[in-house]
């Protein structure tokens, strides 16, 4: 049974571990490559909704109630900021994207949301599902029957080119390099956020890391604005950012340009493979869901691939990918940070403390999910969703920071695998689990192995 916050008339300082229940706090976070989740968990269970730990000394705080959550996301985002967006010297995300559209704190980020939001809108966005049509046949027209593929690199490759296509108008293809960099950057910002002891040297070495990160990245973006064709008329991002114009009419700085084009690169592929891969993951641990997703795929597409005007008729095919991000969202902790005392379910929140929201296990949480462990694309009919806590389902986020591309990314997911499935069945190699690893996203650590076979559209009864 999960324990409960109970507002109190003045406010208290919230329960937490204590000697050497704490002792095993700072351990759990060492020991972890990203978030403890395991760990949190039981601090949860033992203490409540709002949870305080002393890690060497600094403050965190876990929220673990939906209601608290929309607190801070909706009706008190001046009250809770960006780790990167507040600090000179970036400790997360912010050393390697600045302060982008995804690290820059509310003042610095409303702008440039309102920038590159009409790129977002549903119309604009739908212009983009032919290509992702495309796209997801190029991929798979080199899959052959009874091979064995890297899913997980598979998904990265379509997103990639996706992303790089509709934002950028060039072409990328996924390399081992870049994955490399792209997950060494990940583990050095989810290390600065978690990471609250710094050993003899680490900050030398993390600095010299960063800089060979951020010069790879410095070269991605070059190589993409290069390939900008000189007059373009092109209505993507890329167009966007290099006619942006500063206040005094000038044009904005480099940095402005590069922040924002990572940061729509690296959020707008990575997510998107990563709910892919998971969704194939756990269509092949579940035959009779798969079975069921089949036979919409074949009633609805007969073998072709699909289209922005089939998704309507493909509804069991998105509760799919619903339910992979409930069950393992990509993001699975939203930080924030306190900078003054605040007051929040009852409680007080310390200054300068790092607040981490968990959306893992508010996802897996049984007050809110029924056996929240087993895959189940049911939560999400109609008549079920309509009951849920707005804030207890949370893969993109929410409030006015919720992510800008969700829409883009829920088409992509959707285009994507009905394409795949009307034409194969993925199955797993191995009857091993497979080992996740929890950074900035969540994604298979060796990759995701499994078998292509090629499928015959069952026939549509009349």
Known sequence: MVATTTPLTTPSDAPGPHGFAALKTILAFLRSTGVPLGHLKQLRDKYGDIVHLNVAGRSIY???HPDLIQEILVKRVPDFHKLDGISDKPTALGMFLGKGILTADHEDWKPQRKMIQPLMHTKHIQSYADTMTQFAEKLISEWSDGTARDIHQDMTQV????????????TLDASDRLKHTTDL???LAIKGVTNF?????????TEEKVREINADLDRLV????ADRPAMSDRADLLTLLMNTKEEDGQPVGYDFIRNNILTLFLAGHETTANSLTWSFYYLARNPHIADKMYEEVDRVLAGRAATLADLPNLPYTLKVIKEAMRIEPVVSAIPRYVMEDVTLGGHTLK????VFMPVYLVHHDERWWSEPDVFDPERFAPEQEAKQHKYAYMPFGGGPRVCIGNHFAMMEAHIILATIASRYKLTMTTEADVERVRLITTFPKDGLTMMIQERQPAPVMG
């Not at 002891?197 to 070495?205: E, H, M, N, V």
């Open 222 to 225: 070059q190589r993409f604005m």
């Open 351 to 354: 200054a300068n403390s790092t």
């Open 185 to 187: 950057a990940q583990g």
């Open 197 to 205: 002891i710094s050993l003899p040297g680490a900050a030398k070495r």
């Open 159 to 170: 997103t990639m080119w996706i992303i790089v296509d509709t934002m950028f108008g060039t």
């Open 62 to 64: 876990t929220i673990n």
